[in-house]
């Protein structure tokens, strides 16, 4: 079983930067895709950003493309998202999630394992 911690949210002015991390624990997410959403308030979940188990193929939201970065680092066992000039339209609770297939994959459904998710406030 894998279990999922966030971190890295918090409270930022537009057009700030924040990088949020998910460390796994249970056992190594080497062979997992990986993958970032997000619940804005009174919004359902959607997909931000997505990476194939090495690393060598990534997938972004088109609202987030070209500000935020989804990357991983196998080594220890964490995924991380750089997200640049931030939004007030950004503001949600950020989840990582994972799935045991290599292939990174943009549903919700698609993913087995979710963390409790950080929360990310941008101000105008």
């Known amino acids: 079983q894998v279990q999922l911690v966030e971190s890295g949210g918090g409270l930022v002015q537009a057009g700030g930067s924040l990088r949020l991390s998910c460390t796994a624990s249970g056992r190594t997410i080497s062979s997992y895709a990986m993958g970032w959403f997000r619940q804005p308030p009174g919004k359902g979940r959607e997909f931000v950003a997505t990476?194939?188990?090495?690393?060598?193929?990534?997938y972004h939201a088109d609202s987030v493309k070209g500000r935020f970065t989804i990357s991983r680092d196998n080594a220890k066992n964490t995924v991380y998202l750089q997200m640049n000039s931030l939004k007030p339209e950004d503001t949600a609770v950020y989840y990582c999630?994972?799935?045991?297939?290599?292939?990174?994959?943009?549903?919700?459904?698609?993913?087995?394992?979710w963390g409790q998710g950080t929360q990310v406030t941008v101000s105008s």
């Open positions: 990476i194939n188990w090495s690393g060598g193929s990534t």
């Open positions: 999630a994972g799935r045991s297939g290599s292939a990174w994959q943009t549903a919700i459904h698609e993913y087995a394992y």
